[in-house]
């Protein structure tokens, strides 16, 4: 009986002991379900799953194999985690976004990597396992099909812990190239779709009502997208995803949106400056039209949460404020912001390792809220400091009650989600720090840090 157990470290944002994404605002991720529902039928094994984000991960884990998916804001956690089960003569494989990107990174912590999506290499290591001949490294084939493959492993969710878990995926990719941007950086920008109608028949097996998508991009391809949107239209659902704002240029895609049953999407606008999107080659984006833009999502019944990047070539200190009075005017209903971060692997962190701006390697630190790079036109100190009161302004009681007489949703679901990141907006400084991981950590080990 091969014993396997899959592993999801977090950082520190999303610690379930004091993390401020509270079960409000947690969906269940699917990464660990579609592993164990990938695991050969004719493998006899007992599974076990720990998603760190809502669970301590045992001292003491029995296992042949563990397999550990790691962002690069998780990487020092997972390969921490990965060495002390080695030393246990425990296998380890390591797979994820930052693995993708930055394999020779990973591979010292491992005794085997997956470079890519595993919907084939997984089963295969599990076989290379069990008949002794697991191999370093596992790539993805440039002829991945998502058609055909078995649902997530639901069950294995652990309901009461999350918001949501209806959580479901039609496409992954993106076709575009923003330069911070990981994803055609580690899996190219070509998106690969499941078929419309098993989708549809796994959003039917839940039963589900109110879901999310978490595709990167749903709206990358037009043809598939309009497909999907009419498929979903009949089953009364009311759904959240992700896509650019190319879809409010399109007045009969943006329908059939709203039509299937879309309340809210997620939206990257990065920056109020042509300047500053056209460095990071996101120039789709034109500020210009942004206030018309969401008016129009508004009309639509969809509400934004809306993505702002700070740190970029062409930005001043002032930029905090214009921000933030431009999200308070147009009236996002959820905004976001984010420190300009350097993901290995991607055109952004070449470009700035080849200027010298590079201040850490420092894993941990790539989580969207430090600064690990040096800014062109103010200092580290004043870009930290500036996104913290950026937050805080848009998450006033009086900023809230601004946009909140916007917002196309019930007013009841618009506060539940401004308060809650009301709580996180006004305790940056004190969730993004490490020290957690130091603490989680056996004695002997810190002396690695």
Request: overall charge negative; glycine content about 6%.
């Amino acid at each position: 009986m091969l014993k396997i157990c899959l592993l999801s470290p977090k950082g520190p944002l999303y610690r379930h002991r004091g993390g401020i994404f509270k079960k409000s605002l947690r969906y269940s991720p699917l990464t660990l379900p579609t592993l164990a529902a990938l695991i050969p039928p004719e493998i006899e094994h007992e599974l076990s799953v720990f998603d760190e984000g809502i669970e301590d991960i045992p001292a003491e884990i029995e296992a042949d194999i563990v397999g550990i998916t790691v962002i690069t804001g998780t990487a020092r956690r997972s390969y921490e985690l990965a060495n002390q089960f080695r030393r246990r003569g425990i296998t380890v494989v390591l797979g994820g976004p930052h693995v993708t990107l930055v394999p020779n990174d990973a591979a010292p912590h491992a005794d085997a990597i997956v470079v890519g999506y595993s919907e084939d290499t997984w089963p295969q290591l599990l076989h290379d396992f069990l008949a002794g001949e697991l191999k370093p490294k596992y790539v993805q084939a440039p002829d991945l099909s998502l058609a055909g493959r078995p649902q997530a492993r639901r069950d294995l969710i652990k309901t009461n812990r999350y918001a949501r878990t209806h959580v479901f995926e039609a496409t992954r990719g993106c076709v575009h190239r923003c330069d911070f941007c990981v994803v055609p950086f580690a899996w190219g920008r070509s998106p690969y779709q499941k078929p419309v109608e098993e989708v549809v028949d796994e959003i039917r097996s839940t039963r589900a009502r109110r879901a999310i998508f978490v595709d990167l991009n749903l709206i990358a391809d037009r043809n598939y997208a309009m497909e999907l949107f009419e498929a979903l239209t009949p089953l009364n659902l009311k759904w959240g995803g992700l896509s650019t704002s190319l879809l409010a240029r399109d007045d009969e895609l943006l329908e059939a949106c709203s039509r299937s049953g879309c309340i809210g999407l997620l939206i990257g606008f990065e920056s109020i400056s042509h300047a500053g999107l056209k460095r990071i080659t996101k120039g789709f984006n034109d500020p210009a039209m942004y206030a018309e833009w969401i008016d129009k999502f508004h009309s639509a019944g969809i509400a934004i949460n809306g993505t702002f990047v700070f740190g970029l070539d062409d930005q001043t200190t002032g930029v905090f404020e214009e921000t933030a009075q431009f999200v308070i005017d147009t009236g996002i209903d959820l905004p976001r912001f984010a420190i300009l971060t350097p993901f290995p692997g991607t055109a952004l962190f070449k470009r700035l390792e080849a200027e010298d701006r590079i201040t850490t390697r420092n894993w941990e630190m790539y989580d969207g809220q430090h600064v690990v790079f040096e800014p062109a036109q103010m200092s580290e100190d004043a870009l930290r400091q500036g996104n913290m009161a950026a937050w805080r302004q848009v998450y006033s009681y009086r900023s809230i009650a601004q946009r909140m007489r916007h917002t196309p949703v019930s007013k009841l679901m618009f506060l539940g989600a401004n308060m809650g990141y009301r709580f996180y907006a006004h305790r940056l400084d004190q969730f993004y720090t490490c020290d957690w991981q130091l603490m989680s950590m056996p004695l002997q080990s810190q002396e690695n840090y």
